[in-house]
């Protein structure tokens, strides 16, 4: 026996066990007449329970064990909140346990009806080393059983996300134009230099780069010295910038990140640190209130239209780092780094935005925009494209992110749509 009480809940949440001839373990006429609703939150495994002990009907909640000394080792025995639990289910009855009030729990051992071939199908999923559990088979299951569960799987992984992003509101005293600043920052770094740039964000105020709003030098010397590229100047585009930073700096009493925490090597050069940091300080030239802005836009290309054509000084068109003449540089941010934002930055913003404020409209949007970005491609999606699993939007490439992570890594077929089908196929 392999399984774990996730399968056995399974199996009680979908009646997969025979129902006739059922007894207790006192040898009383046990009818389930409602499996209740699955609790997956604190207190007893099953709620709202309706079940028939001989000729008498409870109503109350049922507790899952492989065996039924689990309840004294889960300590239940002496919290009073599972003194309601009316029947204990169990695979293997070793002992008789009681309540806190010293009653005895009527226990049901579900070992010998669970359905032929079950337990065989769950131990041989879940067994196996393939990439994921159910790989040799997914072919078999058709998209339309399992197309609503990876839209449930996409809100999931949003739903995720947005606590990180709650916490980062506490951490900006309420402000979202600050949480969004900061999210955008991290996303400009992507995996990289994400961590260098967010703390440059933290650093530095947007309240201080609005004062100087009107003046493009003064915001690509802010951002640029506090990002600590300005120690050592190489031409005079940089020492122009220094003179500017060392003024704001001791006006704003501003203090650098490290120059060392910036990631050149093995990055495209359109994607160096410098660049991006360029291009940052064009987005904050150009946008005023940028999360107020997108808050009342109604299609991904008006957002995408934001993030186009970004004043970036000239000096970098011909640089991809201070002091070193280059040939012709692109600093116009790619589509593909575009929509990298819009699915990192924007879409987590109006979705936690809209779960904050109640505002179901700006989680639809949310989810609109993922619908309207092209899927990923990394190494999970294409894999999952050799399995048969088609994706067309960002929106079917973050749900599938999100079932390989905490479904498939960790064998929760039980409580997946696909590995549950597999499982309950006779």
């Given at each position: 026996m392999t399984f774990n009480e996730d399968f056995l809940h399974f199996v009680w949440k979908y009646r997969l066990f025979n129902h006739k001839e059922l007894f207790t373990d006192f040898d009383e006429p046990l009818e389930i007449i409602s499996p209740g609703f699955h609790n997956t939150h604190a207190g007893a495994d099953f709620e709202n329970v309706?079940?028939?002990?001989?000729?008498?009907?409870?109503?109350?909640?049922?507790?899952?064990?492989?065996?039924?000394?689990?309840?004294?080792?889960?300590?239940?025995?002496?919290d009073e909140s599972y003194n309601n639990v009316i029947l204990h289910v169990v695979y293997d009855n070793d002992r008789t346990v009681l309540r806190s009030d010293g009653t005895r729990i009527v226990t049901f051992v579900l070992k010998e009806h669970i359905l032929p071939g079950l337990e065989q199908r769950y131990e041989d999923l879940i067994g196996n080393l393939s990439w994921i559990p159910c790989e040799k088979i997914l072919h078999n299951v058709e998209r339309a059983h399992y197309g609503s569960w990876l839209a449930r799987v996409l809100v999931e992984r949003l739903e995720d996300k947005s606590t990180f992003v709650l916490n980062?509101?506490?951490e900006c005293k309420g402000s979202w134009d600050d949480v969004f600043y900061w999210l955008l920052a991290r996303n400009l770094g992507f995996k990289t230099n994400a961590v260098p740039f967010e703390l440059l964000a933290r650093s530095l105020p947007q309240q201080i780069l609005a004062k100087h709003k009107n003046s493009a030098r003064?915001?690509?010397?802010?951002?640029?010295?506090?990002?600590?590229?300005?120690?050592?100047?190489?031409?005079?585009?940089?020492?122009?910038?220094?003179?500017?930073?060392?003024?704001?700096?001791?006006?704003?009493?501003?203090?650098?990140?490290?120059?060392?925490?910036?990631?050149?090597?093995?990055?495209?050069?359109?994607?160096?640190?410098?660049?991006?940091?360029?291009?940052?300080?064009?987005?904050?030239?150009?946008?005023?209130?940028?999360?107020?802005?997108?808050?009342?836009?109604?299609?991904?290309?008006?957002?995408?239209?934001?993030?186009?054509?970004?004043?970036?000084?000239?000096?970098?068109?011909?640089?991809?780092?201070?002091?070193?003449?280059?040939?012709?540089?692109?600093?116009?941010?790619?589509?593909?780094?575009i929509h990298n934002i819009l699915l990192n930055t924007v879409v987590i913003s109006l979705f936690s935005y809209g779960k904050y404020t109640g505002d179901q409209q700006l989680i639809n949007r949310a989810l609109e925009v993922l619908e309207n970005l092209p899927p990923e491609t990394n190494q999970i999606i294409n894999r999952f494209k050799s399995l048969g699993i088609k994706t067309d939007t960002a929106a079917d490439s973050q749900a599938l992110l999100q079932l390989k992570k905490y479904y498939c890594d960790q064998k929760k077929c039980v409580t997946c749509a696909i590995g549950a089908k597999i499982i309950k196929v006779v």
């Open positions: 309706k079940i028939r002990i001989a000729d008498t009907v409870w109503v109350g909640n049922v507790e899952i064990h492989i065996k039924s000394s689990d309840w004294d080792r889960h300590d239940h025995t002496s980062l509101l506490n003064q915001i690509e010397a802010l951002v640029f010295g506090q990002a600590g590229f300005l120690k050592n100047p190489q031409d005079d585009y940089s020492l122009t910038l220094q003179k500017e930073y060392v003024h704001l700096q001791r006006k704003y009493q501003l203090k650098p990140v490290d120059m060392y925490l910036w990631k050149f090597m093995r990055l495209r050069p359109q994607n160096f640190p410098s660049i991006r940091l360029a291009q940052f300080a064009a987005l904050i030239i150009k946008s005023q209130h940028l999360f107020s802005r997108i808050l009342h836009m109604s299609n991904s290309k008006d957002i995408v239209s934001i993030f186009r054509d970004l004043p970036v000084n000239d000096y970098w068109k011909k640089h991809y780092r201070f002091g070193k003449m280059s040939e012709k540089v692109c600093t116009d941010l790619g589509l593909d780094s």
